[in-house]
């Protein structure tokens, strides 16, 4: 059980008058954010302390959401991939619903959504091994992989080089959101992810756990 499911558990018996005054704080905290996580794993990851975290499920369990969310509340500059291009429709529709206007939006390849002066979403796909190489230089400080085992290891990996921020204040992330991989070519993730998915792995990790890892020099991981 999450801090949060604690907290709703406590609201379901609370007296009427001190919920309502409760609700009017909340309401007032999460003003400024237009989009606010589901309680349970969404929230967890939410607010998740971990640099490159992997989001996973099966359909419907607001890994897009998640994707989305965080761009909008805790991000100046972020990139959104699908490996199709015609996978991205939804995602921007989505993006358009909780920015609530097509104010600051162009639709052109590659989709672009200026929320404001300064913050943007960008939105990208690659379909062929390659194509993530347009992606070369254009610094972003949050990376939201959606179906990330639908994209090869080597896509992920590169792209990834590119997270970075010249704001000393702004947090630099990754987000991997997926359902199981459905071919071989996704299953690097039990790899890159094994202390949680991989059941032979020596040292296992719960959920939300986080661990620490580094690249030789060859770029296998070392977790230490």
């Given at each position: 059980?999450?801090?949060?499911?604690?907290?709703?558990?406590?609201?379901?018996?609370?007296?009427?008058?001190?919920?309502?005054?409760?609700?009017?704080?909340?309401?007032?905290?999460?003003?400024?954010?237009?989009?606010?996580?589901?309680?349970?794993?969404?929230?967890?990851?939410?607010?998740?302390?971990?640099?490159?975290?992997?989001?996973?499920?099966?359909?419907?369990?607001?890994?897009?959401?998640?994707?989305?969310?965080?761009?909008?509340?805790?991000?100046?500059?972020?990139?959104?991939?699908?490996?199709?291009?015609?996978?991205?429709?939804?995602?921007?529709?989505?993006?358009?619903?909780?920015?609530?206007?097509r104010d600051g939006f162009n639709g052109s390849p590659p989709p672009k959504l200026k929320v404001s002066d300064k913050q943007i979403i960008d939105f990208a796909a690659a379909h062929r091994v390659g194509d993530e190489q347009g992606q070369m230089g254009k610094g972003r400080d949050f990376l939201g992989?959606?179906?990330?085992?639908?994209?090869?290891?080597?896509?992920?990996?590169?792209?990834?080089?590119?997270?970075?921020?010249?704001?000393?204040?702004?947090?630099?992330?990754?987000?991997?959101?997926?359902?199981?991989?459905?071919?071989?070519?996704?299953?690097?993730?039990?790899?890159?992810?094994?202390?949680?998915?991989?059941?032979?792995?020596?040292?296992?990790?719960?959920?939300?756990?986080?661990?620490?890892?580094?690249?030789?020099?060859?770029?296998?991981?070392?977790?230490?």
């Amino acid at each position: 059980m999450s801090q949060l499911d604690e907290i709703i558990a406590k609201l379901g018996v609370m007296p009427p008058e001190q919920l309502k005054q409760v609700t009017k704080e909340v309401d007032e905290a999460t003003r400024q954010f237009k989009w606010v996580p589901n309680p349970g794993p969404q929230t967890d990851a939410y607010f998740s302390k971990a640099d490159v975290l992997l989001f996973g499920g099966e359909p419907g369990g607001g890994k897009s959401q998640l994707v989305l969310g965080l761009a909008f509340n805790e991000h100046q500059r972020s990139l959104i991939m699908r490996r199709q291009y015609g996978d991205l429709d939804r995602l921007v529709e989505d993006a358009l619903k909780i920015h609530g206007s097509r104010d600051g939006f162009n639709g052109s390849p590659p989709p672009k959504l200026k929320v404001s002066d300064k913050q943007i979403i960008d939105f990208a796909a690659a379909h062929r091994v390659g194509d993530e190489q347009g992606q070369m230089g254009k610094g972003r400080d949050f990376l939201g992989f959606d179906e990330a085992t639908h994209f090869a290891k080597s896509q992920i990996r590169f792209v990834m080089g590119w997270l970075r921020t010249d704001d000393p204040n702004q947090r630099t992330r990754v987000v991997l959101a997926t359902n199981p991989p459905l071919t071989a070519e996704g299953l690097w993730v039990i790899e890159m992810f094994a202390p949680w998915l991989d059941p032979k792995f020596d040292n296992p990790a719960k959920p939300g756990e986080l661990r620490w890892v580094i690249s030789d020099s060859e770029g296998n991981d070392k977790w230490v």
